[in-house]
Nanobody, 121 residues
């Protein structure tokens, strides 16, 4: 099995920063794209950022210029540095990994349990 454990969420004031981490463990052979999504109450889950093994990034329009995704392949960990946080950033943040458990298996998405980020005005 593959587990993704997130950390770093919390309550901050507008303008402050947070850094989320997501560590993958278990029977994972290869990790491809890593990323973050978020879901606010009564809203659909939306893209925050993705990062491929080749270093290509993709950010949601709402976070461009404020958030930065990175990864440490040796640690199987991804990070989301969130600066200049706004109340609209309040949501549960989910990390995901596209990976496979063996050289023969097709890759699939694995999801973390989510971490709450709350930004007060």
């Amino acid at each position: 099995q593959v587990q993704l454990v997130e950390s770093g969420g919390g309550l901050v004031q507008a303008g402050e920063s947070l850094r989320l981490s997501c560590a993958a463990s278990g029977n994972i052979f290869r990790i491809n794209t890593m990323g973050w999504y978020r879901q606010a109450p009564e809203k659909q889950r939306e893209l925050v950022a993705t990062l491929t093994t080749g270093g290509m990034t993709n950010y949601g329009d709402a976070v461009k210029g404020r958030f930065t995704i990175s990864r440490d392949n040796a640690k199987r960990t991804e990070y989301l540095q969130m600066n200049s946080l706004k109340p609209d950033d309040t949501a549960v943040y989910y990390c995901y990994v596209d990976g496979s458990t063996s050289p023969w298996d097709r890759s699939r998405a694995y999801w973390g349990q989510g971490t709450q980020v709350t930004v007060s005005s």
